[in-house]
């Protein structure tokens, strides 16, 4: 009787390839005359992608006379092996090389071998880190997210990117200008339904992290919700929304509420004010509509980003809402809250880079405004100074009705805009069904003065 064959899985070999590492050296040491070849071994290559740690000291060492401006040649790299105590080491490696003539023509095609090779030994380590992590006590959820960031860093270390010159980059912003002189305004960006509001900020740009910040209680998510059911249930835009504190189920109440402007606590108590038919054709746009919700408390930026490019490749996406900041978890935790606060804002700006879309992060301010009863300032952004280095736009909303009050008077303060003025719109607020409208004109802050007031400008100033 055959009995089956069991499966015994090889040894694989060393992932690097000896002849490809010692090509190149060879080619920096006896063929330094070709600068081009040169050059471009150095702006391609770092020394983690030699796999042999011989050769990986001897490429630091040439590199290092490189950036001097040194000639390598057998003499200069043996001198500095000689200074850094490391002659008798390397010396043999040295002999090899000047051995070795390969035709500095080929340097392409030796890098090619080298960096995939690199990748390969990289995959390899995330391969046994992510098993590392399967036996470990972390959730899969986050197992899954480090995976996933380590293989995309991989992959995207595959892109390198030369510096362009300016001749044709002049040549389209000037274009741009011409058309703004003509009228043609057609870099506006993302509309989040607040008219003024999308004149000052001429929409929400591409690339841009937005804060919008405020006090417990005032309104964030709220108005977070006022800009989604604009863009992404009126309008089909595609948006990601990250819901780290409330559940997909109070969220899409309030939704709800806002689409037929029906009290939150008649929705739930089944007192619909003959606004069935109402609700059901709200149900049929949100089924409709570019919304993807994602409540999972366990976020981090990395799982977000990850998560955000797998929709930007399937459907597209046009922009993240993150509610809200201080709720991310930390990649690591370093044991410093201010730290860790500082990587998170860090990386809410690098996600807006990467993927190409503005990003809002609502954010929490410091309690102590809560007895202060002033204007908040960017140094109330609760936790990090970096919340406000990195954001391209900071919004304040401000109330000085109190919490209990069903309307209030909310001032959208533009505290820091990057590349525009600060500005402040006075909004109304409907508690009950989360509604945000603007009420007045907008208005300028005269930032000289020590108390910062609201003086009203022409919207004429505007040239939308």
């Known amino acids: 009787m055959r009995t089956k064959k069991e499966y015994v899985p090889q040894k694989l070999s060393v992932i690097a390839n000896l002849d490809a590492e010692m090509c190149i050296l060879g080619i920096l040491l006896i063929d330094n005359g070709d600068r081009e070849a040169t050059e471009e071994i150095f702006a391609q290559l770092q020394a983690d992608d030699f796999y042999y740690s011989n050769n990986k000291k001897m490429f630091l060492y040439m590199k290092l006379l490189f950036d001097k401006g040194i000639d390598i040649d057998f003499v200069s790299v043996s001198d500095l092996l000689t200074r850094k105590e490391e002659q008798n080491e390397a010396v043999n490696l040295l002999c090899k090389c000047s051995s ?51 293989l995309l860093e991989i992959s995207e270390g595959e892109i390198l990117n030369d510096c362009e010159q300016v001749s044709q980059s002049a040549e389209d912003a000037f274009a741009r200008m011409v058309n703004r002189a003509n009228g043609n305004f057609d870099e506006f960006g993302l509309e989040t339904g607040f008219p003024l509001l999308d004149k ?25 919700l006022n800009v989604i059911n604009h863009s992404a249930i009126e309008n089909k835009k595609k948006i990601a929304f990250f819901s780290l504190e409330m559940p997909k189920s109070q969220i899409l109440d309030r939704l709800y509420s806002l689409g037929v402007e029906l009290p939150n606590y008649k929705l739930k108590m089944g007192q619909f004010d003959r ?33 955000a490019k797998r929709m930007q490749r399937k459907s597209g ?10 709720f991310i978890k930390p990649q690591e935790k370093t044991g410093n809250r201010f730290q860790d606060v500082g990587e998170i804002a860090r990386g809410l700006k690098s996600m807006a880079r990467t993927l190409n879309i503005p990003v809002i992060a609502l954010c929490q301010l410091n309690r102590q405004l809560d007895n202060d009863y002033r204007e908040p300032t960017l140094a109330d ?80 100033s505007l040239p939308f």
């Open 100 to 150: 070795i003539v390969p035709s500095s023509a080929n340097y392409a095609y030796y890098i090619k071998i080298i960096k995939d090779y690199s990748s390969k030994r990289k995959i390899e380590n995330a391969c046994n880190l992510g098993l590392e992590l399967v036996k470990s006590d972390k959730n899969a959820s986050i197992s899954s997210s480090i995976i996933q960031e380590k």
């Open 200 to 224: 000052c900020l001429w929409g929400l740009q591409k690339s841009d992290l937005i804060i919008v910040a405020a006090r417990a209680g005032v309104g964030k998510t709220a108005f977070a």
């Open 275 to 307: 606004k069935f038919k109402d609700i059901e054709a709200f149900k049929d746009k949100l089924k409709e509509s570019g919304l993807y919700l994602d409540d999972d408390s366990n976020n981090t930026v990395q799982s977000m980003t990850l998560k």
């Open 317 to 326: 996406l046009d922009l993240v809402v993150i509610d809200y900041l201080q």
């Open 381 to 460: 952004l609760r936790e990090s100074g970096e919340i406000e280095n990195n954001a391209d736009i900071v919004m304040f909303l401000n109330s000085k009705s109190g919490r209990a009050a069903d309307v209030k008077d909310i001032d959208l303060i533009i505290g820091k805009f990057r590349n525009g003025q600060m500005k402040s719109i006075r909004m109304t607020y409907r508690g009950e069904c989360f509604k945000f409208s603007e009420k007045e004109k907008v208005q300028a802050k005269k930032v000289e003065q020590k108390e910062m007031e609201l003086t009203p400008i022409e919207d004429d």
